[in-house]
């Protein structure tokens, strides 16, 4: 079981993209989610001590995985919650799971930058070479 | 891409350059700007010339930069019968703005307490991420905000009658139909009215030198003169927007089979702008644009009571006027002629503005004779303009010109040329005082990852799309 991200500067310079190599379909969530958080903030110094449940549906595996990280940039906003844990399970074109954060005023790292949305531009999700792989671009 | 230069200062890309084009590009900008601009305009342009309904040309002003779908700097008009809207071609912060604030205080009486002003303006305006803002609404009262804009600010005290006049629309955008805004986006916008947010979001202290007056007539009309510190508010409709933008987006994407649209980059996702869907999405717009200009319109607001309360004096007596608020990301319902035939088009305008010229009814009797003031925003370094709208612009750029400077770098790359607290060094040696949410994000906004503002400038006045004013200098700047 291993994943990865790394940040990809000439997918749109102007804003944040990002890449994921993953060996399974949840780990390839979680990492574009790690990546989304550390957009933000330090996601090593925010605790997991806030827990939300969440189920998301959409139609094919892409949109779920812009759902998702939708979510996380909605809760950021809605209740002020950065996350850092993420226990979730993927299933056909639906995530359920428990994600784990802190509010923003209780973390103590230096906090990044706004993430305005996900966008589609470039916006990819595929198995390649026997993994999960996952290119997004976020609006900051 | 093949250009065909058919003026000074404009470039075509015929329309048989792609399959699918209906209408040219015009690439508009010096020599120097066009050569410097990346492949990805081109190819980002030319897809918005395929879209459906579009009108005569697909417009890139000289600060156009690769953005999601159009590229920033893109104005496009379709036909509102039979042509299409796009949330790519508004950008994700609906109605992000600048808004331009005069003061009757002069570089004298702020340079030597501008860091305790900088100081105040930064711990009493929320920015950077999570900050809740200065208003605290019910739903109910947030639909009252996307539907009266500026109106409900100076029913409730947060602005003055004289402001209203001095913003685009009136600060008002008719058409706003708050049961077309989902639940999410009113639960995320709803604590944030009266924040900054972060990025190349800003609020600045500038000074006006007389060597950078361009034109007095037009300056004394704006309420500007020599010596005297303006203040300039840029930030848009916060998560309400980013949400509405988001949540069509799918809307759009599922929904383009229908309407047997095929767009080259799913960020050009649009509808029929008579469409349900398109209908939808244009009165979610519109309740973001409005809940836009109430965003800068209460930051005016605490603007006015820090300075009020550093410098002991009535924010009237202060003499803190709005000179003009300009929405840069935003599509409008206006009458252009095209071909010679004048029409109804719904113009998109994605980091571009408004620049209507003299006498157009739209701009206040104050401006009228003059044209409209059009803001644009530099990087924090090298400073902003204020420039007049032109007859020309109506003729050549559905009344439309720059935004601001573009960058050339990625964000990364400025982080390795420079650290945060360096940065604030190098600029406080310069005379700006900078204070920041977050270092690493100050970096990133450096005056050297943008173009040349002065250069973006100099090719709109020379194009003729609108004319400089005024140069206005940064001494302070709060960032997100």
């Known amino acids: 079981m ?77 209740e002020g919650l950065l996350f850092s844990r993420f226990d979730i399970m993927v299933k056909d074109s639906s995530l359920k799971g428990r994600i784990y954060g802190q509010p923003i005023g209780e973390y103590e790292g230096e906090l990044g930058r706004d993430v305005k949305a996900v966008t589609l531009h470039q916006f990819e999700v595929k198995k390649r070479n026997g993994r999960f792989y996952a290119r997004v671009v976020l609006d900051i | 891409m093949r250009l065909k230069r058919i003026s000074e200062y404009v470039w075509e890309i015929p329309k048989t350059e792609k399959e699918g084009m209906n209408v040219p590009a015009l690439i508009f900008g010096t020599e120097k700007i066009v050569n410097n601009l990346e492949e990805g305009v081109f190819e980002q342009i030319t897809n918005v010339a395929c879209l459906p309904g579009i009108v005569r040309a697909a417009l890139c002003m000289p600060d156009g930069h690769v953005g999601y779908g159009f590229p920033i700097g893109g104005v496009a008009a379709f036909r509102t019968d039979g042509g299409v809207i796009s949330p790519g071609g508004i950008g994700f912060d609906i109605n992000c703005g600048m808004r331009l604030v005069r003061t009757d205080l002069t570089v004298e009486e702020v340079q030597p307490r501008v860091k305790e002003l900088v100081d105040r303006l930064f711990h009493r305006i929320p920015a950077g991420v999570g900050a809740k803002g200065l208003l605290r609404l019910t739903p109910s009262e947030f639909e009252e905000v996307m539907v009266k804009g500026v109106d409900w600010c100076i029913e409730k005290g947060y602005g003055w009658e004289e402001d209203r006049e001095r913003i685009e629309s009136y600060g008002r955008i008719p058409g706003a139909d708050p049961s077309k805004v989902s639940k999410r986006a009113i639960e995320r916008g709803l604590a944030q009215m009266g924040t900054l947010g972060s990025g190349n979001h800003y609020l600045e202290v500038q000074i006006v030198k007389g060597e950078s007056i361009f034109d007095p007539e037009v300056a004394r009309v704006f309420g500007i003169r020599e010596d005297q510190v303006v203040l300039m508010i840029h930030c848009g409709s916060r998560g309400f927007g980013h949400q509405i933008g988001t949540d069509y987006l799918k809307v759009f994407d599922s929904a383009m089979p229908k309407y047997g649209i095929k767009v080259r980059d799913r960020e050009l996702a649009c509808a029929p702008f008579t469409s349900p869907e398109g209908q939808d999405y244009y009165k979610a717009m519109v309740c973001a644009a409005n809940a836009a200009f109430v965003n800068r319109q209460v930051i005016l607001h605490r603007v006015r009571e820090v300075l009020s309360d550093v410098f002991h004096r009535d924010p009237r007596d202060l003499g803190l006027e709005v000179v003009y608020d300009v929405a840069h990301n935003i599509a409008k319902v206006e009458r252009h002629v095209v071909d010679g035939e004048e029409m109804e088009v719904l113009v998109h305008r994605k980091g571009a503005t408004r620049s209507f010229g003299p006498g157009h009814p739209e701009i206040p009797e104050i401006y009228r004779e003059v044209g409209q003031p059009v803001i644009i925003g530099g990087s924090m370094e090298t400073g902003s303009y204020l420039l007049v709208g032109t007859e020309k612009a109506m003729k050549e750029s559905f009344g439309s010109t720059a935004h601001g400077s573009g960058r050339t770098m990625s964000r990364h790359a400025a982080k390795r040329q420079i650290r945060g607290s360096e940065l604030r060094q190098r600029m406080e040696e310069r005379g700006i005082y900078v204070r920041a949410v977050t270092m690493s994000g100050l970096a990133e906004e450096a005056g050297f990852a943008y173009k040349n503002i002065d250069d973006v400038v100099e090719a709109v006045d020379r194009i003729g799309i609108s004319r400089k004013v005024v140069k206005l200098k940064p001494i302070g700047n709060i960032k997100g």
């Open chain 1, 2 to 78: 291993a994943y990865s991200y790394r940040f990809v500067e000439d997918l749109c310079f102007t804003d944040v993209g990002f890449e994921v190599e993953a060996d399974t379909v949840e780990e390839l969530f979680v990492a574009s989610a790690l990546a989304t958080e550390a957009v933000m903030a330090d996601v090593g110094k925010i605790r997991p001590v806030v827990r939300r449940d969440i189920e998301i549906k959409a139609e094919g595996l892409d949109m779920l995985l812009f759902s998702f990280l939708e979510e996380l940039i909605f809760l950021k906003d809605s």
